[in-house]
Every structure is written in structure tokens, then in C-alpha cells.
């Protein structure tokens, strides 16, 4: 909710399927996927019931609680979320995004900037060589391999995470100018150049 203009995930639902049904070609149809941690809290079923009969559109709606996102987004034409990482994995496939809260990878070059009811009628496409760019940015500055949610995979991204931190260069001072940085006392470096223009959304 922090970097979102929705206090629900039924708002946020309300107004897609409401631009979805008013400007969406009829024969398209609508894939909502659940988050992988949803625990059923939010009613997400219950709203699109609810909220297809009265679009008229129950029939061109399917929700998906779980599953891979790929098989979701290797037949999509399009893709509409809040700031998730599907965004970028749409993106990496040549998909027309439109996100509706803060993402780091908001950027004009490769977001729509069309209104969501403007977005679902002519989707303009984006600019992938923007993207590619940026996203390599991103591996090379700040994205190390690791997760959250397991031991395995916690001690991975510990393991990276810590040369980060006490490398004599800041990762994006590295990557920019390959200049060493000030330390803190502690060992940590301070970095002394601005991020480029591209991340500046974040």
C-alpha cells in the first residue's frame, strides 16, 4: 500500500475490469493471477465474480490462484499491475505494460504513460532496447542472485551481498565511472555520484 493509490486489492480490481470492459476489444479476454504469498484474505475470487456480472464481462475473465507466470505471459498481448516484478518479466518478452503505482521500473521509455481506459483501446508498444539497457543496469549494479523464502536462497544473496558491501567500489560508481568511493567508518562505502537518469523513477 506504500506505493500504491489502493487501500484494496478490490479497487484496484474494480478499476481494471471497469476500463477492461469499457474499452478492451470484445474478444479479449482477462487473466488475473494471484500472488504467489495471497492466502485468500483479500477474496480475489469472490470480487471478480462480483465484479464481472456487474461489467457484464464473467465470461472473459479467468482467475488464476497459482502456477507458473510464464505460461500466463508467453500469450499475452498486454499486462496491467500495481508495481509487481511480473512487469519486468512482461517487459524482458516484449509485452505492453501499464502500471498503476511506484515501480523502479517505471520509466516513460518503456511504461505506457496512456490512461489505463487509453491503454486497454491502443496499447502503445514499448521500447525494448530502453528496457534492455536499464534492466542490464540493474544486474550489474544492484541484482543479486538469492531469495527470501528458503535457507538456500537466503544464503546465496547473504553471500553476494556481502562482497557488495565491503568492495572498495559502490556498484554504481563501478558501473558508471569506475571510480573508488569514501568508506564509513564502519566499512561501508558512500556512494558520490548521482544514479542515471533511467533509475531516477525509482
Same mark, same amino acid.
Given at each position: 500500500?506504500?506505493?500504491?493509490?489502493?487501500?484494496?486489492?478490490?479497487?484496484?480490481?474494480?478499476? +481494471?475490469?471497469? /476500463?477492461? !470492459?469499457?474499452?478492451? %476489444? =470484445?474478444?479479449?479476454?482477462?487473466?488475473? *493471477?494471484?500472488?504467489?504469498?495471497?492466502?485468500?484474505?483479500?477474496?480475489?475470487?469472490?470480487?471478480?465474480?462480483?465484479?464481472?456480472?456487474?461489467?457484464?464481462?464473467?465470461?472473459?475473465?479467468?482467475?488464476?490462484?497459482?502456477?507458473?507466470?510464464?505460461?500466463?505471459?508467453?500469450?499475452?498481448?498486454?499486462?496491467? +499491475?500495481?508495481? /509487481?516484478? !511480473?512487469?519486468?518479466? %512482461? =517487459?524482458?518478452?516484449?509485452?505492453?505494460? *501499464?502500471?498503476?503505482?511506484?515501480?523502479?521500473?517505471?520509466?516513460?521509455?518503456?511504461?505506457?504513460?496512456?490512461?489505463?481506459?487509453?491503454?486497454?483501446?491502443?496499447?502503445?508498444?514499448?521500447?525494448?532496447?530502453?528496457?534492455?539497457?536499464?534492466?542490464?543496469?540493474?544486474?550489474?549494479?544492484?541484482?543479486?542472485?538469492?531469495?527470501?523464502?528458503?535457507?538456500?536462497?537466503?544464503?546465496?544473496?547473504?553471500?553476494?551481498?556481502? *562482497?557488495?558491501?565491503?568492495?572498495?567500489?559502490?556498484?554504481?560508481?563501478?558501473?558508471?565511472?569506475?571510480?573508488?568511493?569514501?568508506?564509513?567508518?564502519?566499512?561501508?562505502?558512500?556512494?558520490?555520484?548521482?544514479?542515471?537518469?533511467?533509475?531516477?523513477?525509482?
Amino acid at each position: 500500500q506504500n506505493h500504491s493509490p489502493f487501500k484494496t486489492n478490490a479497487s484496484f480490481l474494480e478499476l +481494471t475490469l471497469r /476500463s477492461f !470492459a469499457k474499452n478492451a %476489444a =470484445l474478444h479479449h479476454h482477462l487473466e488475473i *493471477k494471484a500472488h504467489p504469498l495471497e492466502d485468500g484474505r483479500s477474496e480475489i475470487a469472490y470480487h471478480l465474480r462480483r465484479l464481472g456480472i456487474k461489467f457484464g464481462i464473467n465470461r472473459r475473465i479467468h482467475y488464476l490462484p497459482g502456477g507458473k507466470l510464464a505460461h500466463v505471459l508467453d500469450p499475452a498481448l498486454s499486462v496491467v +499491475t500495481v508495481n /509487481s516484478t !511480473a512487469g519486468q518479466q %512482461a =517487459l524482458w518478452r516484449g509485452i505492453l505494460v *501499464k502500471t498503476l503505482g511506484q515501480a523502479i521500473y517505471n520509466h516513460d521509455k518503456f511504461i505506457s504513460k496512456q490512461s489505463l481506459d487509453a491503454f486497454f483501446a491502443h496499447p502503445k508498444a514499448p521500447n525494448i532496447q530502453a528496457y534492455k539497457a536499464f534492466r542490464n543496469f540493474l544486474l550489474q549494479t544492484s541484482q543479486i542472485p538469492g531469495g527470501f523464502y528458503s535457507k538456500a536462497g537466503r544464503q546465496q544473496a547473504i553471500a553476494q551481498l556481502t *562482497k557488495k558491501m565491503f568492495h572498495p567500489l559502490d556498484p554504481y560508481n563501478a558501473h558508471l565511472t569506475d571510480q573508488p568511493c569514501q568508506k564509513n567508518p564502519d566499512g561501508f562505502t558512500l556512494s558520490t555520484a548521482h544514479a542515471p537518469e533511467l533509475v531516477a523513477a525509482e
